[in-house]
């Protein structure tokens, strides 16, 4: 603990003893207690001032203290009355101005304190106008390294005007007081009570106070709390990174290449983006010329043998549409030249509106028409042969043999469906030897036709009648007939039913060259018979010949081969029939004269037959 001072200490008091004397420390002499509390050796209280006398009432608090007695001798004359400040004075006692006036420049601008340690306190400012105590030393904080730029600063030197630090402001006197003059005491506006622990007498310099249990007792390190405009600049250390250090040259070089990435990755970025604009406005406003588009030079006319494309290049010359017109209906077919000579070969159905007394109107693939006749026609084939006179330059078409046609074989359709002249399809031959009905719409037997016909896929729609079959060698093979319509039942293709389902037939050209050479020699085409009346009412498997005695012709070919009425045909050359219409048409497929091989049953037991066909025209 710091021991209090008296106000006077007697300095010259000689030592007590010589050991004293001769080492040269010494100790004072000890004042005498005077309170009622005092002791040798304790803490003691120092004389109190007499209170303040007011010297006049209009001085707005300034007040004269009673003057200490010196040995009996009067007090000076008082000095003159200061003049008083132009603003009131600084509260914060901002070092080294004081009190700032008119004659002392703006007080610089203070850095913030920095924050204390923890577990201490920052002392509050200094009153006004009382004394500056010398600032306490800084206490680092635990762990922390002083900066040796600041370590043996010297303190700065007072400077003309200014006190040092540590020094009462009031002790500097006004201006208008001489330096030798007594000061004038100014009361502090705070007096320690009696028992404040380390009060001091006025006047008295505060003592530094000790510092605390484990703080430093190095001076203030903090160079904003030792900041003195006055003094010399102190030399700064080397200015540092704020972030992490530098990096090795490897970083570096890594850092600059990533960066070098990143910006040709942006110039592509805006590249793509500004060709993608640019590619976008192109397409969508037709460029910025003139549009050119990519074509194909010419090339050869001519196609590999055996495409669709060369049959219908050699076919199509050959074929023909018909218009036909009558008193009472009109329809469109096909056909196609037989001879130079004119003759043409087409359904029967086709040419039928136009009866004994109509127009036909032939038009030939190169655009050209020409006015047609009838030549013969036969319903129960479903043919007819017409011819243009006039004409010069046709192009027959080859005919092929349907008996060589087999299931699986490539074929070409070529007809006007709905009027479109000169269509083009392809398929192949589904199936052969069908056995199908057509016509009868007046509801005679005679009006029927029976065709052992070509199946195929080729599509075949209302207008193909009449057209050719091609087999892959351009060679007709058959005359396109009917198709299945969805309805069910057998229809010809101009027979205003629906269009192709896949079902289309043909009669086999073997059949139609016949009767077109029997048309065209006599006007009309013989049947093979054998001779019978069928019961077409007969459900069960097989052709059953008529019960009555009429049913078998007397003397005709089936009455010579043993055929009874009665009797149930079953097969044709070993090939199974199972009702009436397939024993005509398989009967149909032969020419008059040719042999038949017949199976039939006769109660319960199974017989063969060989027998001659017969013409409907004779025996």
């Known amino acids: 603990m710091n021991e209090a001072k008296p106000t006077k200490a007697k300095w010259w008091t000689r030592p007590r003893s010589s050991e004293d004397a001769t080492d040269g420390d010494f100790e004072l002499e000890r004042p005498r207690g005077t309170g009622a509390g005092s002791t040798g050796d304790g803490d003691f209280e120092l004389e109190r001032p007499a209170p303040p006398r007011a010297t006049d009432a209009s001085d707005e608090g300034d007040y004269e203290l009673d003057r200490p007695a010196t040995g009996g001798s009067e007090l000076p004359p008082a000095p003159p009355e200061r003049p008083r400040p132009l603003h009131e004075p600084d509260p914060y006692s901002t070092p080294p101005y004081g009190e700032p006036g008119p004659w002392a420049p703006a007080p610089p601008v203070q850095h913030p304190a920095t924050t204390p340690a923890h577990g201490t306190t920052t002392p509050p400012a200094p009153l006004a106008d009382a004394p500056a105590p010398h600032p306490a030393p800084a206490v680092a904080p635990q762990g922390a390294v002083p900066d040796p730029a600041f370590a043996d600063a010297p303190p700065p030197a007072p400077t003309a005007g200014h006190p040092p630090h540590g020094t009462a402001a009031s002790a500097v006197p006004p201006p208008g007081v001489a330096p030798g003059d007594a000061p004038v005491p100014v009361p502090p506006t705070r007096q320690p009570a009696s028992g404040d622990a380390g009060a001091t007498a006025p006047g008295a310099a505060a003592a530094a106070p000790e510092p605390a249990p484990g703080q430093s007792a190095e001076p203030d390190l903090d160079p904003w709390r030792r900041y003195d405009p006055w003094t010399a600049p102190v030399a700064a250390a080397p200015l540092q990174h704020s972030g992490r250090p530098p990096g090795t040259p490897d970083e570096r070089r890594r850092r600059t290449r990533k960066a070098l990435i990143g910006g040709a990755l942006l110039i592509a970025l805006i590249s793509g983006t500004a060709g993608g604009v640019i590619g976008v406005y192109l397409e969508r406003n037709g460029g910025v010329g003139t549009v050119e588009l990519p074509q194909a030079g010419a090339e050869s006319a001519e196609r590999a043998p055996g495409s669709v494309a060369a049959l219908a290049g050699r076919a199509l010359p050959s074929v023909v549409t018909l218009h036909v017109s009558g008193s009472e209906s009109a329809g469109t077919g096909t056909g196609f030249v037989l001879d130079e000579r004119g003759h043409i070969l087409t359904n029967n159905h086709v040419v039928d509106p136009?009866?004994?007394?109509?127009?036909?109107?032939?038009?030939?693939?190169?655009?050209?028409?020409?006015?047609?006749?009838?030549?013969?026609?036969?319903?129960?084939?479903?043919?007819?042969?017409?011819?243009?006179?006039?004409?010069?330059?046709?192009?027959?078409?080859?005919?092929?043999?349907?008996?060589?046609?087999?299931?699986?074989?490539?074929?070409?359709?070529?007809?006007?469906?709905?009027?479109?002249?000169?269509?083009?399809?392809?398929?192949?031959?589904?199936?052969?030897?069908?056995?199908?009905?057509?016509?009868?719409?007046e509801g005679g037997a005679s009006d029927v036709s029976y065709v052992d016909a070509l199946q195929t896929d080729a599509p075949i729609n209302p207008g193909n009648s009449g057209g050719p079959l091609l087999d892959s060698r351009g060679r007709a093979i058959g005359i396109n007939s009917a198709i299945r319509s969805a309805g069910g039942g057998s229809a010809e293709s101009d027979g205003g039913q629906s269009g192709s389902i896949g079902l289309g037939f043909a009669i086999p050209i073997n059949q139609g060259k016949r009767v077109a050479e029997e048309l065209i020699n006599t006007g009309k085409a013989s049947h093979p018979v054998i001779g019978i009346t069928l019961d077409m009412d007969y459900s069960g498997d097989g052709a059953r010949v008529g019960a009555d005695g009429s049913a078998v012709t007397k003397g005709g070919p089936g009455a010579r081969a043993g055929i009874e009425p009665g009797d149930v045909i079953t097969a044709v050359d070993g090939q199974r029939v199972h009702s009436g219409e397939e024993l005509i048409v398989k009967t149909r497929a032969h020419r008059p004269g040719d042999r038949l091989e017949l199976t039939l049953e006769r109660d319960g037991r199974e017989r063969r037959i060989s027998l001659v066909l017969g013409s409907s025209d004779g025996d």
Do not use: C, H, Q, W
């Not at 046709?394 to 709905?418: C, E, K, Y």
């Open 354 to 441: 136009a009866g004994d007394g109509g127009e036909i109107t032939v038009t030939f693939n190169s655009g050209d028409t020409a006015e047609a006749t009838v030549v013969g026609r036969d319903s129960g084939y479903d043919l007819a042969v017409v011819r243009v006179k006039g004409v010069s330059g046709l192009t027959p078409m080859p005919l092929g043999n349907s008996d060589n046609v087999r299931v699986g074989d490539p074929v070409v359709a070529i007809g006007a469906p709905f009027d479109l002249a000169g269509t083009v399809t392809s398929g192949i031959i589904s199936a052969k030897e069908r056995p199908i009905t057509a016509g009868g719409e």
